[in-house]
């Protein structure tokens, strides 16, 4: 299926498009557009784990600021530019090199839904984790996480139903804000985050209460509009509610299933491990929502319940109904362990079938030899 998306933010129209063009005239014209894509992810990454190795238990920035190095902060700045920047051309560089096929928009897409929750886990390290003064729960860090992942399902949720990617206007905002938050960070400190802002708010209160009106005001309902004009026009790509709710099921499952054991812990586990749990939250989810895309692309059926909703589930009642005991935390690390290979593994396998089908080599624009 030919590939359209529409972007109406004017963030992305009058000030980010013009950047891209300029910047895409330096990309040689030998560089396949999905090693764009993968240098991006993989910056992502690096700062990551960058972070993490400084602040594992997200405490740097509060209990004892100054852990975290200022570089690493105007690093991050740097990367997360980097990120954007790359994410933003592999599309044209793909339309100049006259090389766009269903493996790179695949490619953009899983791994942008892999990327989102990772922004997401390398930012509330600014914010560091609640101490009784400042800092933001592990349980806000958790709602905060779900409501990002959710936004990103109901546009992929709108393209399988609509056939139309509309970019949600958030991106763009949110890398900036991501940008200018690391810059803030290395400029003056991490105690920026702990000054009330106004009238007793602090920052990250403004961003939290900022994520949640955008996302339930601004962009669900437009998700919403989408589908419903889509159905007026008759251009909806299911003509059943079951088919076109059907995407749905299995991450709706999947987030309660996650906070069912986030709520009954016994030990306490997303307070104990929150980088390990919401990691796994963050590649479960993409997992799931893979299936989606690809479903979307190839015009299939998802199937109702995604196979890892079984694991999950048997790993939760055991962590619930007090069966894993003190054991909780290593089995999570196990899980989370098991979870990540899967799901490269499978990125990897998808990535190997369709560069076969499509006969064309994933990080290179040469054409493979025919078998």
């Given at each position: 299926s030919q590939y359209s998306a529409v972007d109406t933010n004017p963030l992305s129209v009058y000030i980010m498009q013009p950047i891209w063009n300029k910047i895409i005239k330096i990309v040689p014209l030998w560089i396949a557009p999905n090693l764009l894509t993968f240098s991006g992810f993989v910056m992502i990454l690096f700062n990551y784990f960058l972070i993490s190795f400084y602040d594992w238990d997200y405490t740097a920035s509060g209990t004892s600021p100054g852990l975290v190095p200022t570089w690493v902060w105007l690093f991050s700045a740097f990367t997360t530019f980097c990120a954007y920047a790359l994410d933003s051309i592999d599309g044209k560089h793909a339309r100049r090199?006259?090389?766009?096929?269903?493996?790179g928009e695949l490619f953009d897409h899983g791994l942008d839904s892999w990327a989102t929750s990772i922004f997401v886990l390398?930012?509330?390290s600014v914010c560091s984790r609640d101490n009784g003064k400042t800092g933001v729960s592990v349980y806000?860090?958790?709602i905060y996480l779900s409501i990002v992942l959710f936004n990103f399902m109901c546009s992929h949720w709108e393209k399988y139903n609509t056939g139309v990617l509309f970019l949600p206007w958030g991106y763009d905002i949110s890398?900036?804000?991501?940008?200018?938050?690391?810059l803030l960070t290395g400029t003056v400190g991490v105690e920026v985050w702990q000054k009330p802002l106004l009238f007793g708010y602090y920052i990250t209160d403004v961003l939290v209460i900022l994520l949640i009106g955008f996302s339930l005001f601004l962009s669900f309902p437009q998700t919403l509009y989408n589908i419903h004009r889509a159905h007026l026009k008759k251009t909806l790509k299911n003509d059943s509610?079951?088919?076109g709710l059907l995407p749905l099921v299995s991450p709706l499952l999947l987030f309660v299933l996650l906070t069912v054991w986030v709520v009954l812990s016994p030990s306490n586990i997303l307070a104990?491990?929150?980088r390990l749990f919401l990691w796994?939250?963050?590649v479960a989810f993409s997992n799931v929502i893979c299936k989606v895309i690809i479903c979307q692309m190839s015009s299939t059926r998802p199937e109702l319940f995604h196979w890892f909703l079984f694991p999950l589930a048997l790993v939760v009642y055991a962590a619930i109904s007090g069966l894993l005991g003190h054991m909780e935390e290593a089995v999570l690390g196990v899980f989370t362990?098991?979870?990540?290979?899967?799901h490269v593994h499978y990125g990897v396998c998808v990535g190997r079938q369709l560069s076969e089908h499509l006969n064309i080599y994933i990080f290179s624009l040469k054409k493979r030899v025919q078998e």
């Amino acid at each position: 299926s030919q590939y359209s998306a529409v972007d109406t933010n004017p963030l992305s129209v009058y000030i980010m498009q013009p950047i891209w063009n300029k910047i895409i005239k330096i990309v040689p014209l030998w560089i396949a557009p999905n090693l764009l894509t993968f240098s991006g992810f993989v910056m992502i990454l690096f700062n990551y784990f960058l972070i993490s190795f400084y602040d594992w238990d997200y405490t740097a920035s509060g209990t004892s600021p100054g852990l975290v190095p200022t570089w690493v902060w105007l690093f991050s700045a740097f990367t997360t530019f980097c990120a954007y920047a790359l994410d933003s051309i592999d599309g044209k560089h793909a339309r100049r090199t006259q090389s766009s096929t269903p493996l790179g928009e695949l490619f953009d897409h899983g791994l942008d839904s892999w990327a989102t929750s990772i922004f997401v886990l390398s930012f509330f390290s600014v914010c560091s984790r609640d101490n009784g003064k400042t800092g933001v729960s592990v349980y806000t860090m958790y709602i905060y996480l779900s409501i990002v992942l959710f936004n990103f399902m109901c546009s992929h949720w709108e393209k399988y139903n609509t056939g139309v990617l509309f970019l949600p206007w958030g991106y763009d905002i949110s890398q900036v804000v991501l940008i200018a938050a690391y810059l803030l960070t290395g400029t003056v400190g991490v105690e920026v985050w702990q000054k009330p802002l106004l009238f007793g708010y602090y920052i990250t209160d403004v961003l939290v209460i900022l994520l949640i009106g955008f996302s339930l005001f601004l962009s669900f309902p437009q998700t919403l509009y989408n589908i419903h004009r889509a159905h007026l026009k008759k251009t909806l790509k299911n003509d059943s509610l079951y088919e076109g709710l059907l995407p749905l099921v299995s991450p709706l499952l999947l987030f309660v299933l996650l906070t069912v054991w986030v709520v009954l812990s016994p030990s306490n586990i997303l307070a104990k491990q929150p980088r390990l749990f919401l990691w796994m939250v963050g590649v479960a989810f993409s997992n799931v929502i893979c299936k989606v895309i690809i479903c979307q692309m190839s015009s299939t059926r998802p199937e109702l319940f995604h196979w890892f909703l079984f694991p999950l589930a048997l790993v939760v009642y055991a962590a619930i109904s007090g069966l894993l005991g003190h054991m909780e935390e290593a089995v999570l690390g196990v899980f989370t362990t098991l979870v990540t290979a899967a799901h490269v593994h499978y990125g990897v396998c998808v990535g190997r079938q369709l560069s076969e089908h499509l006969n064309i080599y994933i990080f290179s624009l040469k054409k493979r030899v025919q078998e």
